[in-house]
């Protein structure tokens, strides 16, 4: 695969250290720096995820003339302790300095962000032959727009209209940047840019911007990101989705939005349709936040586990900020009011729960010989709409014991009237305690 990101680029720098003790001369904090990290932003954060994932990039960007670019064209090139794709640069000269973005960090907490040089240049980058020649025969083309103006460029405008007749176009936009080409197959604004762009007030709902802005760029679809509310979807034509996520607690999250449009693109270009891909991005982009967000991509990708990566990555980035992952299992075949207080009080023992629930196959009532009332993946649904459920992992074995063991909650709560609790031997090998609930029964009316 083979795609084009063409956008403002940026150097990111990250300052970690620890903060203990305010300044003596202002009530602010003294950083004390452990580390820092240099890599580069905005369209070249896009390129450097893309090359992660062994796809071929053309960037075309526009750099200054100084040490700044010249460190992000060796940044740029292939890494070879991993296998990166390789990464094309196509640029142009920026006529102003390289645009700096540092983030500043005390532990977990962010203490500032500092940008530098990132007003648009007083004379706006112009395309090349070369720049424009990149985009032919590409398989998507994503236009990450920070307002430094090579994405309003008259010539790479023609090219990628004509392009977009054929290969999908993601626009990652900025308040003060281009308006997004009508080729464009989904925009991609968060919710403070669909409001900039909306003139909408602090309180619009995404769906109606998702609508408006549809409408008034001629675009196909608009994606509002709604960060740990996951995002909204409207296609032209078509009804507005809900896309939800679970949120990850004590990440920055900086280049969210970036692997969020990626992630859009490279789905569109294997062939999904627009919702699946903006359903993918959405799973992709809590996965990027739950491993570190930024700070995830100094360390080799995860290899595949069982159970699924998702639900690993939430236990290890509750754990990995001192939280306490708490589970519960049940068949959860008719959901009523006494098992919601149920997992109300397990969710509350921690910060995260997880439901184990039996599959299909070894489920049984007693109202349908041996046939669930629900199916595994109805039931799962139910579970994730409830706001005190995490995630929800469906097992077919005889009883949750060999799930668990894949897990290891530091929790394991089941209801007081239980006599024996099989779990308890398994969860205190492993240093966890079992605690039950109360059990309060569902109340007949009158």
Request: charged share 20%.
């Amino acid at each position: 695969m083979r795609i084009a990101v063409v956008g403002d680029t940026m150097l990111d720098v990250d300052l970690a250290g620890d903060a203990e003790a305010l300044g003596p001369d202002a009530p602010v904090p003294v950083l004390s720096t452990r580390s820092t990290r240099r890599r580069p932003g905005a369209a070249g954060l896009v390129a450097t995820l893309l090359a992660g994932e062994g796809i071929d990039v053309e960037l075309i960007t526009a750099l200054g003339d100084d040490a700044r670019a010249e460190e992000l064209k060796h940044m740029l090139a292939p890494w070879p302790r991993r296998p990166h794709g390789p990464i094309s640069i196509n640029f142009t000269k920026l006529g102003a300095p390289t645009p700096v973005k540092t983030l500043m960090r005390a532990g977990d907490h962010l203490l500032l962000r500092l940008h530098e040089d990132t007003a648009p240049p007083e004379f706006p980058p112009h395309s090349n032959r070369r720049m424009r020649d990149a985009l032919t025969g590409v398989d998507a083309v994503i236009v990450s727009d920070y307002g430094g103006g090579i994405a309003a460029d008259p010539g790479l405008r023609r090219t990628m209209s004509a392009v977009g007749v054929n290969v999908p176009i993601v626009w990652h936009p900025h308040p003060h940047g281009a308006l997004p080409l009508t080729a464009s197959a989904v925009v991609t604004p968060n919710e403070w840019a669909a409001r900039q762009a909306a003139r909408a007030e602090a309180d619009a709902d995404p769906s109606d911007l998702a609508q408006t802005l549809a409408a008034n760029w001629s675009v196909r679809a608009v994606a509002v990101t709604c960060g740990e509310r996951g995002a909204v979807l409207h296609e032209r034509g078509r009804h507005t989705h809900v896309i939800p996520t679970t949120a990850v607690v004590g990440v920055e999250a900086a280049g969210a939005g970036d692997r969020f449009a990626a992630s859009v693109a490279v789905a569109l270009a294997s062939g999904s349709g627009t919702r699946a891909a903006v359903e993918s991005a959405v799973a992709a982009t809590r996965l990027y936040l739950a491993d570190g967000g930024v700070a995830g991509l100094d360390r080799p990708p995860a290899r595949p586990l069982d159970p699924p990566v998702d639900v690993l990555d939430l236990t290890r980035a509750v754990r990995r900020h001192g939280g306490t992952v708490v589970a519960t299992a049940g068949r959860f075949d008719s959901l009523d009011a006494s098992h919601v207080r149920t997992l109300v009080a397990a969710r509350a023992l921690g910060d995260c729960l997880i439901v184990f629930i039996e599959g299909d196959a070894s489920a049984r009532t007693s109202t349908d010989a041996g046939r669930p009332l629900m199916s595994a993946d109805d039931r799962r649904d139910l579970l994730m709409a409830l706001a005190c459920v995490d995630a929800v992992i469906v097992f077919d074995e005889s009883d949750p014991r060999a799930a668990l063991d894949r897990i290891r909650p530091d929790v394991f709560v089941t209801v007081d009237d239980t006599d024996v609790i099989p779990e308890e031997p398994l969860v205190g090998g492993w240093g966890g305690r079992v605690v039950t609930v109360p059990f309060r029964p569902v109340a007949q009316a009158g």
